[in-house]
Nanobody, 121 residues
Framework: VQLVESGGGWVQPGGSLSLSCAAY????????SGWFRQAPGKEREGVAW????????YYADSVKGRFTISRDDAQNTLYLQMHSLKPEDTAIYYC???????????????WGQGAQVTVSS
């Protein structure tokens, strides 16, 4: 089982970046899946996620209206589009998946390797 991330990088404030997470042997359309981030000296936090029950999307208040989570079931890939980026969005971003939403948020079973996102001028 693997979640392989790509994307991220450096951008100036107000810019945009995207992240991808290709899943191998993890059927994302049957799993809860999402994006988390961890900034230096801070705890990991959920950014955006899909419920496995109804496919509904959820966003942290800090990213609502700026980030969009999406999923391509044919490619078994999860995406995160990030716009109007702020310096406080700087963090390592991880994709994650778990059969249950509750477990995804408490400590997912499967994790990507992480991708650095840096927002600075």
């Amino acid at each position: 089982v693997q979640l392989v991330e790509s994307g991220g990088g450096w951008v100036q404030p107000g810019g945009s970046l995207s992240l991808s997470c290709a899943a191998y042997d993890v059927p994302l359309d049957y799993y809860a899946s999402g994006w988390f981030r961890q900034a230096p000296g801070k705890e990991r936090e959920g950014v955006a996620w899909f419920s496995s029950r109804d496919g509904h999307t959820y966003y942290a208040d800090s990213v609502k209206g700026r980030f969009t989570i999406s999923r391509d079931d044919a490619q078994n890939t999860l995406y995160l589009q990030m716009h109007s980026l702020k310096p406080e969005d700087t963090a390592i971003y991880y994709c994650a998946a778990d059969p249950r939403l509750e477990d995804l948020l408490q400590g997912a079973q499967f994790w990507g390797q992480g991708a650095q996102v840096t927002v600075s001028s």
